[in-house]
């Protein structure tokens, strides 16, 4: 059933996994929980839409908002939602209704440049941005429902991702009214995000602190094309506003949309503008060009860094004095942990309290459900703390998913996922630095080729999918040529690795200047190699040695990653010269790549890697599995106690005996069972049977004879009525049935088993002694010789009877109640079967048959019951019920003499005669057989034969047809 | 006439008859374990093992330990321990919910089918313990099924891949000690897991008088809620199916474990559990006895 994904639990939600998936992750994951079940909003969260103007002159804009208000009457703090790049004020709708529900009052809102809100994206420009989330302070401060810090000054947090989470660092930087604030996976330095080259100098003591050549870097050529492309898709609404169109018509509308609308009337235009609007789509100039010449030189201009370092938290992390709680994902080849990590050292520098909590996720894999959920809680547990003065004190720890965990990777994360926590974020202002430990690398000096054009590349990372390693199921591919490797000893424990490692190395080019990926892989025992996260560190380089022998050396920060490296694994760092993900030099080289600063000689260098110290967060609790224990042999006591309680009710119940029970084996009075359908199969029975009877039951078929029997056995239960077995009321599981042995309908046998066994198993279940079964009077009833020895599924349909009634015979019951025995049986064993049960009546016990056929009764029971339609129509002694007629049949010797017997029969007084097909028929009506015997003897007639004529046919007829 | 009275007790059962000692779980289990159908579901527990293990040693060439991708299938030949995993986590979607229905849904079924139910009934085995020996008469036998297909699968494993320790998909490893506490605790868990299948099928089993219709029945509820369960659509609703939980056992693989997934497991599996046995009783007290 369930597809085998290896050791994987199916049920952490799937994320994207096709690569045009990654798009919609980028819109979405921002959001961090678009998907999330929103069924836990409150009803009584009202939202409030509106349109709220913002900037001035040029800058002007429409901001479309929802305020989310909570249900109580006081005022309540607020918290203000940004979306991620790409995204509207719906994406973190699912988000607000949450922070309502929990009593904030939240207001959610499109940036400028997306959803329905007008202007152009300035990439949270101070000025245009940071200066909308002013304004929209400004809106909450007016209003009664907002908890106010002072004159202008609403109680405020600000909480976002991605996109949204810088429009949180940065204001709070320049507003110093936003009181907490929680931005997620979002950015330090875009500079260092976009043009990364992890090399350098990095004395911080932090887990994850990150180097960064200043000025020079390395272009995130997918990831910034992808973040470009979703603002500049050229939109109709545009296109509309430049030859003043209604803006109606082409409102958010997508490429799609743009594409099969009619051209306006392009003559009247400025090409400049339409080239504009085109190509930058809803990017303000200065920002469209930065990408243009970044897209087409893949260098870092200073005009460049300006706009970057503009956008950037990191140039005014010293004005932030909002607590901060820090949520950066492990799988995010855009913002990695160092950003995270260079927000955290800057905002604690000033004092202000920081919590850094990575997840398993980011944007290159959505968290499970079970992670969103904790960090909603997370975010909430800030807010409350920091804004309400409630609950309990976050702190300024460190949390991180436990290296341990099932997989984490495969553009989602899978399974659960523990968490690490720790104090501190180590190395934070006044911490303690990072524990580095020391792994010894080797490796010879190798040749790195770095091919024209780039081609071809390694290929490690997608934007959005993260880690090919196992998004492929094959190994990341690293070309031939193009990498230098250099491993460590196998590992003599586990090393979990949490933050960013740093290495030594030593790279010389003849150019001066060479571009380089570092990586840290993970190999296996067999050689499969893992590279956590699918992360990269890029390393742009100037300045080297053109000489091998020589070569600079170079201080790499290797990508920060969460990942254990087992027992027996080797850790490997390769640098390779090729990465698909980035900008490549056109030209090819050949670098030379050492470790260490020690040139050729020394062949090995440490790689440091940092561990940080911490109690791993599981639901271990045992406690609870000892009360759940407890409840359930509690609740089992409880049962047993009652169901005991209950049988001695019950017995109570039954124990009214009927006085003249032993003499009445069988007693029916005016039992009716009708079923739910309204079919009544017995209608107010009533019969009794004494003591050494043999009763019949009989009637044709359907007249309810085995529905008396099956409510005698307490298999149905009567609708109305009593039935009486020794005196006793019978009914399911009454004792008394002990009494009874059965055969109804079908033989009950167990086709695998010999008919000994199935003897002796049914005399094991019913638990009695086993010298009480006369097992071998039964067998020998039976009668099937050696045969009883053989699977009764060899049998034939006479001898399954006779075993059936051989059963019923076990233990020698004092009522036999069979029905239909002698079905399936040929005449010999017919006329055994008759003469068993009448020696058994003999004994003094009593037996019951049913048939629908007269002879059988005839020849077998003493007394009979008729029955027909469910109802009782005669009961008798056979003779009664046979003999009523009278008649008798008169054989003459001389068939002459027929005539003067008639008239002598006539002459008796009441007796009429006649001639019938049979012969002559004298009906006596009360007249002795032998008086007339006499009569005809004594007129000289020979009498051949003189029999009462036994009309059962007719009798039976005549009685069944009455009804 | 006295020989008639001298032999009936107050209650008006015959001598020698005690409620009590009716239907002895051990006559029950004899009656069962005498069946092809349990000893065929006992001998494919130990086979299934034995040809997984001929398929992983087919399937042994290089081109396995080339394929880098996590999967459970690469380091079920790692040790003995590793192998029972495998098997464990390959059967708990289908082969343990089959096994779990074929023996609590045969179980009162098969009897009304053979028509033997009634003359137990009449020995007269009280209803309610009827059920009872039944109920239990299937725990054992499902629970022994699934310990068989451990026990084989752990030793021929061992013998295959050697006794050595655990190693999960990411490389953790489990001392060979902690792994068997570990798999103890998994099975344990799956027993109690797959309870919901057993009673479901027995509440089934106590209303059809075809074991097909019960075994069937029970399967087909839990394939359809294994279906809905992909439906992302229906969101945390998924997490009330019977179905729910059913991997949680593989948190046991965690350092330290977290039960907090399995504890929800247990205690859903437990009610959904008592509920339909209860379902099953309470149709049985109360049913017309007519096959």
């Not at chain 1, 709708?93 to 939240?106: C, I, N, P, S, T």
């Not at chain 1, 279940?765 to 009883?788: C, F, K, M, Q, Y």
């Not at chain 1, 075993?803 to 029905?819: C, K, R, T, W």
Request: proline share 6%.
């Amino acid at each position: 059933m369930r597809p085998l994904r290896g050791l994987v639990r199916p049920r952490p939600r799937s994320g994207a996994r096709a690569t045009s998936a990654a798009l919609a992750l980028l819109l979405l994951l921002p959001g961090l929980l678009v998907l999330a079940p929103a069924a836990s909003a409150a009803q009584d969260v009202r939202t409030e839409q509106a349109r709220v103007p913002s900037g001035s002159g040029a800058d002007a804009v429409e901001l479309d908002t929802t305020l989310y208000l909570p249900g109580g009457n006081d005022p309540a703090p607020a918290v203000v939602l940004a979306h991620g790049f790409g995204g509207s004020k719906q994406s973190v709708a699912a988000d607000a209704e949450d922070l309502a529900a929990r009593g904030y009052v939240v207001l959610t809102y499109s940036a400028r440049g997306f959803g329905e809100s007008t202007g152009e994206i300035g990439l949270n420009d101070p000025r245009y941005e940071i200066a909308d989330l002013a304004t929209l302070i400004d809106l909450l401060a007016e209003r009664d429902d907002v908890a106010i810090d002072g004159d202008g000054d609403p109680r405020v947090g600000v909480a976002g991702g991605s996109y949204g989470g810088g429009v949180a660092l940065l204001g709070a930087a320049y507003d110093d009214r936003i009181d907490a604030i929680a931005p997620q996976i979002t950015w330090n330095s875009l500079t260092a995000a976009l043009f990364p080259s992890q090399t350098g100098p990095s004395d911080d003591g932090t887990v994850a602190a990150t180097a960064q050549t200043p000025g020079a870097g390395v272009y995130k050529r997918l990831w910034a094309g992808l973040f470009f492309g979703v603002g500049s898709a050229p939109t109709g609404g545009l296109l509309d506003g430049l030859v003043g169109g209604d803006g109606e018509n082409g409102e958010g509308a997508g490429p799609a949309a743009a594409g099969g609308q009619a051209l306006p009337d392009v003559s009247s235009l400025d090409p400049a503008a339409v080239e504009q609007a085109l190509t930058c789509g809803r990017f303000r100039a200065d920002i469209c060009a930065a990408y243009q010449t970044a897209a087409s030189t893949g260098a870092l201009t200073p005009e460049i860094a300006a706009v970057l370092d503009r956008s950037s938290p990191a140039p005014v992390l010293d004005r932030i004095a909002a607590p901060t709680l820090l949520i950066q994902g492990t799988q995010d080849s855009l913002f990695g942990l160092g950003q995270a990590d260079a927000n955290a050292r800057g905002i604690a520098a000033n004092g202000t309290p920081v919590k850094v909590v990575w997840y398993a996720g980011g944007h290159d894999g959505s968290a499970s459900d079970q992670v969103t959920e904790d960090l909603r809680t997370q975010v909430a547990g800030w807010f409350d703390f920091h804004l309400r003065g409630e609950g309990e004190d976050p702190g300024t720890g460190f949390e991180f998913p436990a290296p341990t965990g099932l997989g984490t990777g495969i553009g989602q994360v899978q399974g659960r996922t523990q968490t690490v926590v720790a104090d501190t974020y180590p190395g934070l202002d006044g911490a303690e630095p990072a524990d580095r430990r020391e792994i010894a690398l080797t490796g010879p000096t190798q040749p790195v080729v770095t091919p024209p054009g780039g081609t071809p590349g390694a290929l490690t990372t997608v934007p959005g999918l993260g880690a090919l390693t196992s998004a492929l199921g094959g190994t990341t591919l690293e070309i031939p040529g193009q990498f230098a490797a250099f491993d460590s000893e196998r590992l003599d424990a586990a090393v979990e690795v949490v933050g960013a490692p740093t290495v030594e190395l030593a790279v010389a080019a003849p150019a001066g200047t060479a571009t380089l990926f570092a990586k840290l892989y993970d190999v296996g025992p067999g050689g499969a190699t893992t590279l956590p996260a699918g992360l990269v560190a890029p390393l742009a380089l100037t300045g080297l040695s053109a000489d091998p022998t020589r070569p600079t050396p170079v201080r790499v920060t290797l990508p920060g990653i969460v990942h254990r490296f087992e027992a027996g694994h080797t850790m490997r760092v390769v640098v390779s010269s090729t990465d698909q993900a980035y900008a490549l030099p056109a030209e090819s080289a050949v670098y030379s790549v050492a470790l260490g600063g020690g040139g050729l000689t020394a062949g090995s260098a440490a790689l440091a890697v940092p561990e940080v110290d911490g109690s791993t967060q599981a639901d271990t609790g045992s406690s609870r599995w000892w009360v759940m224990l407890a409840v359930v042999v509690g609740l089992g006591l409880l049962g047993w106690v009652a169901a005991l309680l209950w049988g001695r009710r019950r017995r109570r119940r039954l124990s009214h005996v009927e006085p003249d029970g032993e003499d009445v084996p069988l007693r029916f009075e005016g039992v009716t069972k009708a079923y739910k359908d309204g079919f009544v199969a017995v209608r107010d029975l009533s019969f009794e049977v004494r003591r050494g009877q043999v009763l019949g039951l009989l009637g044709p078929n359907g007249a309810g004879k085995t529905t008396s029997l099956r409510m005698l056995m307490g298999l149905i239960r009567p609708t109305a009525g009593r039935i009486s077995v020794f005196g006793h009321a019978a009914g399911p599981g009454a004792p008394v049935l002990s009494r009874l042995g059965s055969f109804v309908e079908g033989t009950g046998l167990q086709p695998h088993l010999s008919g000994r066994d199935n003897l002796r198993l049914y005399w094991a279940a019913t638990g009695r002694p086993a010298e009480d079964s006369h097992l071998d009077e039964a067998i020998e009833v039976a009668g099937l010789g050696a045969a009883i020895d053989r699977p009764v599924r060899r049998y034939s349909q006479g001898m399954r009877q006779r075993v059936a009634i051989a059963q019923a015979m076990l233990g020698l019951p004092d009522l036999l109640v069979l029905d239909e025995p002698t079905n399936g049986l040929d005449p010999p064993q017919i006329h055994a079967m008759r003469e068993v049960l009448r020696s058994y009546a003999a004994t003094g016990r009593t037996v019951i048959v049913s048939s629908h056929l007269l002879s059988e009764i005839e020849q077998t029971c003493s007394h009979v019951v008729v029955m027909a339609k469910g109802q009782k129509i005669a009961q008798g002694t056979v003779d009664e019920i046979v003999g009523t007629g009278g008649a008798v049949l008169v054989g003459l010797a001389d068939d002459a003499e027929t005539d003067r017997a008639i008239s002598v029969l006539e002459g008796l007084p009441g007796v009429s005669a006649g001639r019938t097909d049979d012969g002559l028929v004298a009906d006596l009506d009360g007249y002795s057989r032998a008086a007339a015997l006499q009569a005809l003897v004594a007129a000289g007639i020979d009498v051949d034969e003189f029999t009462p004529r036994r009309r059962l046919e007719d009798a039976f007829l005549a009685l069944v047809g009455e009804s | 006439m006295t020989s008639l009275s001298e032999h009936v007790q107050p209650t008006g059962a015959v001598a020698g008859y005690r409620p009590e000692r009716t239907l002895r779980l051990s006559v029950e289990l004899r009656r069962q374990f005498k069946r092809r159908r349990t000893i065929g579901v006992f001998a494919l527990m130990v086979a299934l093992p034995l040809i997984l293990i001929g398929a992983l040693q087919l399937g042994a060439s290089e081109e396995a330990s080339e394929n880098a991708r996590i999967n459970l299938v690469d380091v079920a030949t790692s040790s003995g321990l590793n192998f029972t995993l495998f098997v464990l986590f390959a059967t708990t979607g289908f082969f343990l919910v089959v096994v779990y229905a074929l023996c609590f849904g045969d179980s009162v079924a098969s009897e009304a089918q053979w028509g033997s139910l009634r003359y137990t009934l009449a020995t007269p085995v009280p209803r309610m313990r009827l059920l009872r020996q039944k109920w239990l008469a299937a725990l054992v036998q499902s629970v022994g099924a699934l310990l068989t297909l451990a026990t084989v699968a752990v030793v021929a494993g061992g013998i295959a891949f050697g006794f050595g320790d655990i190693r999960t998909p990411v490389g953790v490893t489990l001392g060979q000690g902690e792994g068997m506490l570990r798999l103890a605790g998994m099975l344990g868990y799956l027993a109690v897991h797959l309870l919901v299948v057993g009673a479901l099928a027995f509440w089934f089993s106590t209303i059809t008088d075809a074991p097909l219709a019960a075994v069937g029945g029970a399967v087909f509820t839990m394939f359809v809620f294994a279906i809905l369960d992909q439906v992302e659509q229906l969101g945390a609703i998924r997490d009330w199916f019977p179905t729910a939980e059913e991997f949680a056992w593989i948190d046991l693989l965690l350092t330290p474990v977290d039960s907090g997934d399995m504890f929800r497991g247990v205690i859903q599996s437990l009610v959904y559990a008592a509920l339909f046995t209860a379902l099953g009783f309470r149709h049985f007290a109360r049913r017309d006895v007519t096959s």
